[in-house]
């Protein structure tokens, strides 16, 4: 079955370091791909999306690239910032519904 | 334009016991998708509704279950309690038209279940 796999975490970084969020997928087909962030409390957040290979997804600074080659979607951002705490998910679509990585929790000191 | 809406916030429940989970989806969305986020599982796929529809379900047993009203908001039930339905549980919307392609979800904030 479709599956996704995301680095594992915790991630500690100071502000404006560089920031790589590994992820890559098994799917059947060409699913759709997705990172959403989590704050703590809350609920998920779209980040950002990809929807066929070589697409580039960004947003509030984060990028990640649909590789189909490498079946990967690494999500980057230059330049961190404390705001940027949270825990992020990989995550594919297939068959209507969203199938997750396990979360990486990233934390970002000033 | 609001988002997805949930309640209650929080819901706790003894072993045994029904919970009701609500939200309504972001308006103009006719799918409302349900997740369990326990401690260190992960996300898991519950259940999609789809025009009044329940159209796919996750490995969960048949004690969880939910519906879909005629404008669109889900229930979701969760019969005979157990100590590892603690979670958080989100919903989810989206728009899947006449394509029937599935479109990007949008998630509420969540209903925290404690069981005890």
């Known amino acids: 079955g479709d599956s996704v796999t995301q680095m594992e975490g915790p991630v500690t970084l100071s502000e404006e370091a560089f920031l790589t969020i590994n992820c890559t997928y098994t799917?059947?087909?060409?699913?759709?791909l997705f990172w959403y962030v989590q704050y703590p409390g809350e609920g998920l957040q779209l980040l950002l999306k990809?929807?066929?290979?070589?697409d580039k997804g960004s947003n509030k600074g984060f990028e990640a690239t649909y590789r189909k080659e490498t079946t990967s979607f690494h999500l980057e951002k230059g330049s961190v910032q404390v705001s940027d705490s949270a825990v992020y998910f990989c995550a594919l679509s297939g068959a209507q519904k969203l199938v997750f990585g396990q979360g990486t929790r990233l934390t970002i000191n000033p | 334009e609001a988002g997805v809406t949930q309640s209650p916030t929080h819901l706790i429940k003894t072993r045994g016991q029904q919970a009701t989970l609500r939200c309504s989806p972001i308006?103009?969305?006719?799918?409302v998708y349900w997740y369990q986020q326990a401690l260190g599982l992960g996300l898991q796929f519950l259940l999609w509704?789809?025009?009044?529809?329940?159209?796919n379900r996750g490995n969960f047993p048949p004690r969880f279950s939910g519906r879909q009203f005629p404008n669109y908001s889900s229930e979701l039930n969760v019969n005979a309690l157990e100590l590892e339905d603690s979670a958080l549980y989100l919903c989810?919307?989206?728009?899947?038209?006449?394509?029937?392609?599935?479109?990007?979800?949008?998630f509420g904030p969540g209903t925290r279940l404690t069981v005890l």
């Open positions: 990809a929807t066929k290979a070589d």
């Open positions: 308006s103009g969305h006719t799918s």
């Open positions: 799917a059947t087909g060409y699913p759709s």
């Open positions: 509704y789809d025009e009044g529809e329940e159209r």
């Open positions: 989810a919307s989206s728009f899947i038209g006449q394509t029937r392609a599935t479109d990007t979800q949008y």
